[in-house]
């Protein structure tokens, strides 16, 4: 590592532009990071934040620009040379190898010094790891493997792995999608520790709160270009959104429909193994009207999946019971849900939503293939397919409105119309909705909680599992908190306040 | 006592066990780099084939020859396995379609019968061989003698290989890293490891592996050239990788034991209990298939199981 | 430096010249093969090309010789297209054979198309059968249908040889003192020895045997329940994704034991027309040396596992193979039919890359993964 010299920023990137087949995914970015600060990189998803950050780790090759640190031009052609350079990343997904413990993957692909030698030493880093843990607040046992831990732990891990060698730079994509609002907290206050020690963080996100939370200066990207860098303090929520979607935001209309009286689904008592085999839903019980859109709200993996699998027949259930409109359903058999009425927005969009190398047509009769409409006995009716296909193409405004496009190469928002078209053609009395904005940009997300509304308006009793708690609060009439396993806490939307549904999120709420 | 059956069946488990041996400890490597190599059995004919021509083709010191012709057979497999490496780590082709594609391309019908047929090998006995040597004269020891000390020298240089092997994947940083490479390579490349070069670098040398133990047979078992002289141990090898939940130490007590299956109709045979071979020679495949189903449910799955990667090609621009 | 980028559309003519391409640039790399160990790769060619397709009688040989590819290709396409990798092709077809043998010595005093619908039913049991072995590991187990499928078909030449060499089974010849000493299978009845038609009488002549027309129809068949019907959409989704199968309500176990054993099905075709069209016995040297089920995962992969495009592989390959049989001497090299095909094949699979990437030729080095070659 070179002396830092006081005049020249820590990172400087100068009109980086990457092409994909297809995309631009950065334009002629500029950006520039001082040393000892939190830089926020804000903008939409698919604004290039990310195609960015892998540019600064040495994983893409930019096809145009240059990269500068401490006032020095590199070139990353790995990413061991921007490991060497000082500059790590935290991944939204996170880069561990699950089945090894933490210190391997904390001294993996080390060479340097001490690491140069052949043979591995395991109890000198374990040592190391445990002395790092203790400095920053990141305490993890460093013989535990990485598939035992939180997805909290998980995260404190990589950034064990950037102290471990002494990175300068250190980037963080979307760190909070896996935090409760109080573990955010936490991280905020490490990252502001390494930060006075005159390290650099580079802190990627959407979310504007957080941003202004924690940032120095924010840098704005949008489609691929950087719109300007502004100082966090001087910015306010809403002139950062104006910069981030490039349009003043309409304050989202919250006219909620009237949730009626009858109870459509009902579940009681539900209890479902994970695919571990441990108990990954605890004795749920809930009701959704008809009209109503119920959201639980959780930090990942608290058994959001499980339940939605379980409520869609897609995971059998160990104890407990459900209904629809006061009859039993059976569990473990999607087909049997179908056919009761349940529609279903997975969590996973592109290979389980949809089939991502068939055509949207049939992506679009994904369900609805066996109707006598679809098929005359084993035969299909190829005419009705396209038919079907090229009506709700129409209807849901899908890009490019071509009925023979392969699903995966769609973008996500118009991948979540194929879905959303697709199960509201099958007329479901109730919706499982699974993180439906995940990963969308602001009009896309517009357009999903419209369809989501609408569907309400029409009576449909909507299941809404989400870890945006934003999103809950503009949707939904009642939230249910999820914590390992178990609804740990009601509340209402209208009276609540993001830390009182944090804390429930973090298991608070229990005595 | 040293002719009982047991120590018999043993001692020849050992000795046939012991391409079987050479040949799943290549695959393993490649395994656990996350590379299937199907092309065991026609990397095992190369390797023989190209190491008796050797034997045959040079006059010389019956050590420097032998030792000559182990090289040859270890650089003929990591040749065919350079083929595989290239196709599914830079092309990013199916691996099992690849791997087939070299048993086709070397096997019993292919590039080993063209060498064979055109160096004009076939059906002599070879000019030099590993015999069984009696190591520290103790091969009169009652029953360890034989099985342990009255081996080919190449039983013992596949001992130190699993000694190596097991030592290089659990305490070394290179084997760290491909072990990180196999199960995942995202997490690798991220930390600066070059998971292609990983990948060749340990598919060819389990072509040498594979090579080595084809050479067990055309200069020590069987010491001649006949097509398809391997007569399927490079799938048995396969079979093993799994067997042994890719463990390079139950690598060598899975290939003794499908060893002495391979041997033991034989040793009845000569005793006048006459057994159908196929029963026994059947045994490794339902062995393996038995492991398999275990391996694939219940509790072993997570802790035993395949390197996590193993079949999958990694690319890292995709979009 | 080689670059790869990911192609948004496929061009159409990819589909042709991949196959056609592979095949050139394979008959190419062999010819460096002949030439360095001292061969005329062109009078080697000419060679094959003229007792493939050109002598008298080449043509209904190497008809022949790709009945059993058409059959073994065609298991091994309607399985890979769903993703199952069933490669034990091999082993259904042995156990096709040795069904469809019994059920030609039991019944072969019944009239010969009864005795031919039997071995056809017993042919499609027996293959189905042993393909049920990894069809039901995988749909209840989740176990890799690769390793077992591999597994069994070493099980089934095991019990092949068994069934002839070491016992005194239905399917052994014992009636003679030599097939004692020299075990061989008994020999079928007329009734149960298919029918063929001659289709050229002039010049080489062209007879084609009962086989080679299933062969077509079970092609015919199988693009039908592909592209047509509920069947072929469902093992399409499963095919793609087997997330996306479960949520949209597909039985997939089910599905992977009907698919597996439809497979399993025509590789036993297979066998029973080796039976009924050729051997006329239960042949293990014969049906193990050939290799046909592995054979039938190359034929497949070049035709990109399109029903029509298997049988006309087969074609190609079995008149190399039937050249390969025919040439067979001092003066011809042994195993060169392997080499081909195996090159042949090994191009296919770097040409399939032109289909899904783009080569670009960078001017800086690339990074560190992608290939230094």
Redesign the interface.
Known sequence: MQQATSTSPAVRLRGITKR??G?T?NDGVDFEAAEGEVHALLGENGAGKTTLSNIL????RPDEGEIELYGKPVQFN???????AGVS?V?QH???????TVA??V?????RGE?R????RPRAIERRVAELGKEYGLRVAPRAKI?QLSLGEQQRVEIL?ALYRDSRVLILDEPTAVLTPQEAERLFRTLRAMVEEGRTIIFISHKLHEVKAVADRVTVLRAGRSIGTVSASESTPQSLAALMVGRELGTGATAKSEPRDEAVLEVQDLWTHGD?GEDAVKGVAFTVRAGEILAVAGVAGNGQRELAETITGMRPFARGGMSLNGRELRGGDPRRAIRAGIAHVPEDRLGTGVAPNLTVASNVVLKSYRSREMSRGPLLRGRSIRRRAEELIHRYEVRPPIATTPARQLSGGNLQKVVLAREFSGDPKVLVAASPTRGLDVAAIEAVHGHLRDAAARGMAILLISEDLEEILTLADRVAVIYEGAIVGEVDPKGATVNEIGLLMAGGGRS | MNNSIVVVVAASGVLYGTPLLFAALGELLAERSGVLN?GVEGMMLVGAVMGFWVVQRFHAATPAVLGAAILVAALAGSVMAL?HA??V??????Q???G???????????????????LNLADKPARHAFNPLNLFGLEKLPVIGPIVFGQPLLVYVSWACVLLVGLYLA???????V??VG??P????????????YRYAHTIAGGAFAGVGGACFSLSITPQWV?GLTS?AG?IA??LV?FAFWRPELCLVGAYFFGAFAALPYTLQARGVTI????F??LP??A??VV??LV??GWTK?RLGAP?SLGVP?????? | MIR?E?RLQQPWWLAVAVPVGSILVALAFAAI?LAA??HDPLHAYRRIFDSAFLAKGALTQTIMSATPLCFTGLAAAVAFRMQL?N?GAEGQLYFGAIAAAASGLYFHSLPKPLVIVAMIAAGCAGGAAWALIPAI?KAF????E???S???N??AA??L??LIF??LSYWRDTSTPETKVFPQGKTLADSATWPTTTLVHSGPGLVVPLGFGIAILVALLAWFLYSRTRFGFEAQVLGDSQQAARYAGIRTRRKILAVMCLSGAIAGLGGASQDGDFRHLLDPRGLQ?A?YG??G??VA?LARYNPFGVVLIAFLLGGLQNAGYTLQGADF???????I???I??CA??G??LGRYRIRIARRPA???????
Do not use: C
Not at chain 2, 103 to 114: E, P
């Open positions: 994909f087949p995309v995914a780790t040495g994983l893409y790995s990413p061991r040379d921007a490991l060497d990343m991944h996170f880069r561990l190898v699950r089945a090894f391997e993957n001294v993996l692909g080390d060479h690491a030698r052949f043979r591995l598939w792995k571990r | 199907l083929i290239f196709l780590v830079t092309l990013r082709a199916n099992i379609v690849s087939l594609a070299l048993t086709i391309f070397a096997g019993a019908a292919g590039l080993s019968s063209y060498l064979g047929n055109d305490r070394t940083r290179p084997g760290l890293n072990r990180a199960e995942s995202a997490a690798a490349d991220a930390m600066g490891i070059n998971v292609a070069r097509d399927g799938w396969i079979a799994i159908a071979p196929e029963l020679q059947s495949y339902v393996t298939i398999l189903v694939s449910t997570r996590a990694y690319a890292r621009e995709e979009l | 790869f990911r093969v160990t001292g990798f490669i590991l187990f989740r176990t890799n690769i390793i077992t591999l597994m069994l070493y099980v095991l019990v040889n068994y070491d016992s040396q290799g592995y054979a995962i190359v992969a090299p042994s195993g060169l039919v392997g080499v095909q195996g090159l094949l090994f699979l770097g399939e890359l990074p560190a993964v992608e290939p230094s070659a």
